[in-house]
């Protein structure tokens, strides 16, 4: 059950390679059948146009019989009357006489049905047989009967095979003796030829079924190579997306670490230190009260300051970690903010501007581009040594674009390895937003400094359209 359960609910790869194989057995199945149509259609045709040629060989054939029949006895014919019975004695011999193959002969009928001559069947002879058909209701003698007084003519029809005693279909060729009225001719069995046929046809016919084997095969073949094929890609595509998998999560393994590792460093450098500060103030002011010293309320006072540089200094970490103004104000006062403190700590001259514009980027777009900045920041401080930075945040009709330059050492061929994680960072924000991001070093010109660009760009879908009924979440400042 849980295999059926498992076959009945493929997978994405299973997916992918039906999707493959369902118009490749669409398109075999198509070209099986338009092949075997077309072959069949030829096949019939010619099959056609043999038993065509092979029948009027045999009338020709017969003709020529009865031709030659009617020279061997014309010199009797042509010079009797209509009522001399010696002379049609005389050619009523001469045709049973006439015995060709093993079933070739000829007959005669007189017009009113009798039958004269009828070597092969001479229980026929002497009886009328008008109105005579065959098993399949086919009129007989009637018929050669009425080709015979119109001058001559063919009729095909179901007779005994004398050779087998089987019926057979058969060809007759008749010609009148107007002044006698009798009706002689001789006939052929086809059976040789239908059985020809008929043995083209199954030849057809297995050849079709041929056709379709091949092109089953050569489908099958290929579906194989498909399926076989797309099992390699998703193999190799899993292997790859394992490895990639891995390696992100390292990578944000190692963020974490790094992360904790700063704010530890932070809260042991600086709040660490200063709450040491304060427990030494308080506990100098305390000696002092119980000694009555007149400075115990000085201890106290600079106890009190270090405790507000205490509380300073967790809103600077707590601030970085998630800045309230990103979530209160909008993206436009938080870089505002970022830049302002980056500014005093590393004494790296700062310019911000942006251009209000009335659509609002959505949340995700606002984290991504403002954790971009404090990056790029960071990245500055630490690797760049540069003196003067720019950002520039500006809103425009395919999304918006985040640009900061420094006129820093640029990006080296063998850069920081933090750096380098830094600025996968950011690529893998601004890719989740089906954004772009631009790395770009500048050759210092004649007299100046080098440096760096980074640009991201978001796109129009995480702009928000502007309320008409209320404020903008956010507003830039120059």
Do not use: C
Not at 57 to 80: C, D, H, M, P, S
Not at 165 to 192: K, P, S
Not at 339 to 366: C, E, H, M, P
């Amino acid at each position: 059950m849980r295999r059926l359960r498992a076959f009945l609910t493929p997978n994405y790869a299973q997916k992918l390679s039906l999707l493959a194989a369902i118009p490749l057995i669409i398109a075999a199945t198509l070209i099986a059948v338009l092949v075997a149509y077309q072959s069949r259609v030829l096949a019939n045709r010619e099959i056609e146009a043999l038993q065509e040629q092979l029948i009027e060989a045999k009338k020709a054939e017969l003709r020529n019989y009865v031709t030659q029949a009617r020279n061997g006895f014309y010199f009797i014919y042509g010079r009797a009357p209509h009522d001399d019975d010696i002379a049609k004695d005389q050619v009523a011999q001469i045709l049973a006489a006439m015995i060709y193959g093993i079933d070739g002969s000829f007959f005669v009928y007189d017009y009113d049905g009798t039958n004269l001559v009828n070597p092969r069947h001479t229980d026929l002879i002497g009886g009328n047989w008008a109105g005579l058909t065959d098993t399949a209701g086919t009129p007989v003698v009637d018929e050669l009967i009425r080709l015979a007084r119109e001058g001559s003519g063919y009729h095909s029809f179901l007779w005994t095979k004398p050779s087998t005693g089987e019926e057979a279909q058969m060809i007759a060729y008749v010609l009148g003796l107007q002044d006698w009225r009798w009706a002689v001719g001789t006939g052929v069995f086809i059976d040789d030829i239908l059985a020809t046929v008929a043995a083209q046809r199954a030849e057809v016919e297995a050849r079709v079924q041929t056709t379709f084997v091949s092109i089953g095969a050569i489908t099958l073949v290929a579906l194989l190579v498909v399926f076989a094929s797309g099992m390699v890609l998703n193999i190799r595509e899993r292997r790859l997306a394992d490895a990639k998998l891995k390696e992100l999560t390292q990578r944000v393994f190692d963020a974490q670490e790094e992360e904790r590792g700063r704010v530890a460093r932070e809260l042991h450098d600086g709040i660490s230190q200063i709450l040491v500060g304060i427990r030494y103030a308080l506990d100098n002011a305390r000696r002092r009260f119980q000694r009555g010293d007149d400075r115990a309320e000085e201890a106290l006072e600079n106890g009190i300051e270090t405790l507000g540089q205490a509380i300073q200094e967790v809103r600077r970490i707590s601030r970085d970690l998630r800045p309230g103004v990103l979530d209160d104000l909008g993206l436009g006062p938080a870089l505002k903010s970022l830049t302002d403190d980056f500014s005093t700590r590393t004494g790296i001259d700062v310019d911000f501007t942006t251009v209000v514009f009335r659509n609002r980027l959505d949340q995700d777009a606002k984290i991504a581009l403002y954790r971009i900045a404090q990056e790029a920041l960071t990245n500055i401080e630490r690797h760049a040594g540069a003196t003067q930075v720019s950002i520039d945040l500006r809103g425009h009709t395919s999304g918006a674009t985040l640009r900061i330059s420094d006129n820093g050492r640029g990006l080296p061929d063998h850069h920081h390895p933090r750096a380098g994680l830094g600025l996968r960072n950011m690529q893998e924000r601004i890719e989740q937003l089906d954004g772009s991001l631009r790395i770009l070093s500048t050759k210092p010109a004649r007299g100046q400094r080098g440096g760096m660009v980074i640009e991201a760009r978001v796109p129009l879908t995480h702009l928000l359209p502007p309320d008409e009924h209320a404020q903008s979440d956010w507003e830039a400042q120059a």
